[in-house]
């Protein structure tokens, strides 16, 4: 019911030119993918990717949005000018972006609202660092971010929530496919409460932290994961392709 979608989110890597030479290797690997196949790049890379994408089934995402339509932001870039070229997803409140620039779960909520309301289609990172894991605090931290972060949102049909526990990101330590499962249940339990169940049924909730060809089958024969966000193993076609082609 809920279609699977995997999305790489290639962080600050590839250049515009190395990045066109992974889609051109990538195309054709994932030309018969059952699930929605996303790539979330640098900004300088949209306009190459976007014409390397074209004619195939790959969508193009961008790593962040701005709040503001316009104006004294620097550095920051417009729900707008991402529309512009023709993007469709746009990853938000990243751990990279929570822990390195300063971004909250208000700064979260803002550009949230303002990708909906420009018709971009969110995929919203939630979850615990191992600190906050050890201490218990797993369930208390997604409350807090969900909660805050989803703030007077009503319609949650394009939004995509990924769950990433800050961990495994990029460490080679995976949560557990039954432990991510059992997660991503408390935030479906969440939403639920909160947006209805209608709502919860239909959102799609992927899991992210060093997903990879190895672990991807078992991650997605989960009931509550409806995809992945693909750090590392996004860069290379090959990896990238086995996770989008899990069933075989
Ligand atoms: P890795 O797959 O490299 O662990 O990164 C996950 C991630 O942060 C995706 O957004």
New binding site residues.
Partial sequence: MRKPII???W?MNKTAKEAVELINELKPLVAKSKPEVVV?VPYTDLWAVKEAIAGSKIKLGAENVAWADSGAFTGEISADMLKEIGVEYV?IG???RRQYFGETDESVNMRLKQALAKGLKPIV?VGETLTEREKNKTKRVLKKQVLEGFKDVVDFTDIVI?Y?PVW?????K?ATAEDANKTIGYIRSLVKKTWGAEVAKSLRIQY?????PSNAKELMAMRNIDG???????LKAQDFASIVNYKG
């Fill in positions: 999305a790489g989110n962080k979330c990853i990243h751990s990279e990172c990924a990433e495994a990101i990029g460490t080679g995976t992210g932290g060093s997903m990879k992945g966000l693909i750090g590392g193993a996004a």
